[in-house]
């Protein structure tokens, strides 16, 4: 049996791996590659387990009143193309539209963009990387002139001396990425004190909400201590006026009052970062999930910019991007407001560009749709189809999504495995897996890799492609399923745009370890690393923007006095229905856990491993209580893995990336007895 160099299905460190197929099952290595080095985590590890596990998905299912039973592939093409028909005579072309994710390959999220704007002539598109990375896309965007997470390759950040590190926690999320922090010294800013912050050499526990507080707190100190860079910000930089005024009012010892963190540690911070330098700064979810979270971001790239650390040697800022495909997966128009190439859909010029590419009139091209949960919860979408996400579980306000799904008059999912989404589904699709399929993916460090077929599907499941060229065909549109085919067309797509693949093939992923974007011409290098000379603004200049603390848009008060703030475990991906499926991944973490300190359990006589409940507005979630002296005593964390923590949290959107406020809202907590739920 032959070895398929390839890598792993989950996060966006995208760590190297070996399969070879063997009888009974397929053997997983690590492979050595740039990113991971030989290793790999538990999920990682395990990740082979999904292949043949007897949960999968195997042939279509239909419902048949309160259940779901076995179908043809074309008795469920017939029912889907019968549904978006019916809607869109009825309600419109808009009322039929789709939900993608950040897992799929850049071929599938290209072609799912393309599937809706030209087969379906809708508008309605939005995906899962709006609840995770559209706040640092966001503010990178209007600042820096282009998003891509790091701007650097990973193996920048051990050449860093000073890490400050903004609700992240890779010790758990990537744990293979922690090679690259050992020789620096990082500063973990996170209201637990997670396995990261165990190991950082100052951990900062603000109070979850308070990081642009934080940020402009650093920044005033950097300006009063002379710490900024004076030559950087006149020759590289725009707008470091109205920041510095507006940083005044973020004195220490407000910034203290607000965040719950010292001063003393404030400025210790704000001097290493300015004299222990090259020094970086890295925010991820725990910064920018939040109702204010674009300018939480900005806030952390105004401070690098003020330091003079982007573009810098082993410096810079930079976001932690989080699925497989998290980077390519918002690269290529499967979000509400994109064409591919990172184009923009209410450009003209981008629309003429593409229409060509497509064969259609830029005319025909329908405008920006609406964001994620704005989509998801209006009435006048009416036929959704959603291709990896388990929205009913990782959405937030999770009850109303469902009873929003449940309204639609027709719902289809592609899974690999029946998730909460797809049981509420009128046609389930069985998908092939990532190693039963051909594809690239684009890693948190904007690296485009290869995606390579170890084995074959199981004989009635299909690849997303196959779907979308069979339901295209039955509109009226020719559509290739040929992995390469598309990526072809992608590479046209793109050319020019921001995100240029124009000049990647496949021979030279293989080749090359993979190929920094932008890369526009087959002769091109690729691009390990941005801003060097200038920025992609128009002025080619980066812009500073003021931004002003806001409080979460839910505070807690007498009735919901605690903060819930929600993440991550290292045995769990994303909605859990990958993960809870493999038993040595289940058996090392079982069920979700609330961690609660000890002095706010006592004070409701939790004692650990007891069950509690948490309730918020919205609904209620009843899970075990961890007991840890870790967490701030006015916060509670709870993992989102597992049906529950998404019943909880505020769907207040960020104004400027439509993000939802996953990091904080308000609760209460009481003992559970057992056998009343
Ligand atoms: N094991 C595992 N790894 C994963 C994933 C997974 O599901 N499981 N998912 C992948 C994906 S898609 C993503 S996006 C990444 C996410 O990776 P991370 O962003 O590192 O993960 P989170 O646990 O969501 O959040 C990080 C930390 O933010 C902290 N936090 C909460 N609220 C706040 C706050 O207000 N301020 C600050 N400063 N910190 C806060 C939490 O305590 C948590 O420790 O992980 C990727 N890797
Ligand atoms: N409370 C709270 N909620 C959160 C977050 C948080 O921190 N707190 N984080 C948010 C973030 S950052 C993210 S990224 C989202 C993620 O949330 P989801 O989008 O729900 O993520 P997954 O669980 O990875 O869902 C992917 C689904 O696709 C399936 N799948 C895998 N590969 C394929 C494929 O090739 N084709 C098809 N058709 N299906 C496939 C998997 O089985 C799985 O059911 O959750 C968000 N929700
Ligand atoms: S760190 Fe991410 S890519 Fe690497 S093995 Fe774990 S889940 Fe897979
Ligand atoms: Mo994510």
Redesign the pocket.
């Given at each position: 049996m032959t070895a398929t160099d390839t890598h792993c299905p989950?996060?966006?460190l995208q760590c190297g791996m070996t399969l070879t197929p063997e009888i009974p099952r397929v053997r997983l290595e690590p492979r050595d590659f740039p990113v991971n080095k030989g290793g790999l985590?538990a999920?990682g590890f395990s990740a082979a387990d999904l292949l043949d596990h007897r949960d999968r998905l195997l042939t279509p299912l239909v419902r048949k009143g309160h259940g779901l039973r076995e179908a043809s592939w074309d008795e469920a093409f017939d029912r889907i193309v019968e549904a978006i028909h019916q809607a869109q005579t009825t309600y419109g072309r808009d009322s039929v539209g789709a939900f993608g994710g950040?897992g799929l390959t850049n071929e599938k999220a290209y072609a799912l963009g393309k599937f809706v704007r030209v087969s379906l002539r809708s508008s309605s598109i939005d995906y899962n990387g709006r609840f995770?990375?559209s706040s640092a896309a966001t503010a990178a965007n209007r600042s820096l002139g282009i998003d891509r997470g790091l701007p650097f390759p990973l193996e920048d950040v051990a050449g860093a001396n000073t890490v400050l590190i903004?609700?992240?926690?890779?010790a758990?999320?990537?744990p293979p990425s922690m090679q690259y922090l050992e020789g620096t010294r990082f500063i973990v800013?996170?209201?637990?004190r997670?396995k990261?912050a165990a190991g950082a050499h100052l951990h900062l526990q603000?109070?979850?909400?308070?990081?642009l507080a934080l940020a402009n707190g650093l920044l005033h100190i950097a300006i009063r201590e002379g710490y900024v860079d004076a030559d950087y910000i006149e020759r590289r930089t725009t707008g470091f006026e109205a920041v510095a005024q507006a940083v005044t009012a973020y004195w220490p010892g407000r910034v203290e009052r607000m965040t719950g963190v010292p001063e003393g540690r404030l400025r210790h911070v704000a001097r290493m970062l300015a004299t222990e330098g090259p020094a970086m700064i890295l925010t991820?979810?725990?910064?920018e999930?939040?109702s204010n979270g674009t300018d939480t971001a900005q806030a952390y790239l105004n401070l690098a910019l003020a330091l003079g650390l982007v573009g810098k040697p082993f410096s810079g800022y930079g976001t932690?991007?989080?699925?497989g495909n998290?980077q390519g997966g918002r690269e290529h128009g499967q979000k509400a407001d994109q064409l591919p190439g990172y184009r923009k859909l209410d450009d003209p010029a981008a629309r003429e560009h593409v229409a060509k590419v497509w064969g259609i009139d830029p005319d025909e091209l329908p405008g920006p749709g609406r964001s994620a949960y704005e989509m998801l919860t209006d009435d006048r979408l009416k036929v959704l189809l959603v291709l990896a996400s388990n929205i009913a579980v990782s959405a937030p306000n999770s009850n109303r999504i469902r009873r929003q799904l449940e309204k639609l008059d027709f719902l289809v999912v592609s899974d690999i495995f029946l998730s909460e989404t797809a049981e509420l589904a009128d046609v389930v699709l069985p998908a092939a897996q990532w190693a039963e399929e051909e594809g690239t993916m684009t890693n948190l460090e904007g690296r485009v890799l290869r995606r390579k077929r170890a084995l074959p599907p199981p004989p009635d499941v299909r690849t997303d492609l196959e779907v979308l060229a069979e339901l295209s065909r039955r509109l009226g549109r020719e559509e290739s399923s040929d992995p390469r085919t598309v990526f072809e067309e992608l590479r046209r797509a793109s050319a020019g745009g921001i995100a240029d693949y124009a000049g990647i093939t496949y021979e030279r992923i293989e080749r090359e370890d993979g190929i920094f974007w932008p890369c526009p011409a087959e002769d091109h290098p690729g691009t390990p690393r941005l801003f060097a000379d200038s920025f992609p603004t128009p002025t080619g200049k980066a812009r500073l923007l003021p931004v002003v603390h806001q409080d979460p848009a839910e505070m807690p008060d007498k009735a919901f006095p605690y903060v819930l703030?929600?993440?991550?475990?290292?045995?769990?991906?994303?909605s859990g229905n990958q993960t809870r499926r493999v038993k040595a991944l289940t058996v090392a973490l079982p069920e979700p856990r609330a961690e609660i300190h000890p002095d706010l359990a006592r004070r409701h006589g939790i004692a650990d491993g007891d069950l509690v409940e948490l309730r918020s507005r919205r609904g209620a979630a009843v899970l075990r209580a961890r007991l840890t002296d870790g967490i701030r005593p006015d916060t509670v964390?709870a993992p989102f893995?597992w049906p529950g923590a998404n019943a909880l949290t505020n769907p207040a959107l960020d104004p400027h990336s439509r993000m939802p406020a996953f990091?904080?809202c308000a609760v209460t907590i009481t003992l559970h007895k057992e056998g009343t739920d």
């Open positions: 989950y996060c966006a985590c999920k950040g995770c990375m903004v609700g992240a926690n890779p758990e999320a990537m800013v996170d209201p637990r997670t990261t603000p109070l979850p909400g308070t990081d991820a979810r725990g910064a999930q939040h932690i991007t989080g699925q998290g703030t929600t993440g991550r475990n290292m045995q769990h991906y994303q964390f893995h990091k904080a």
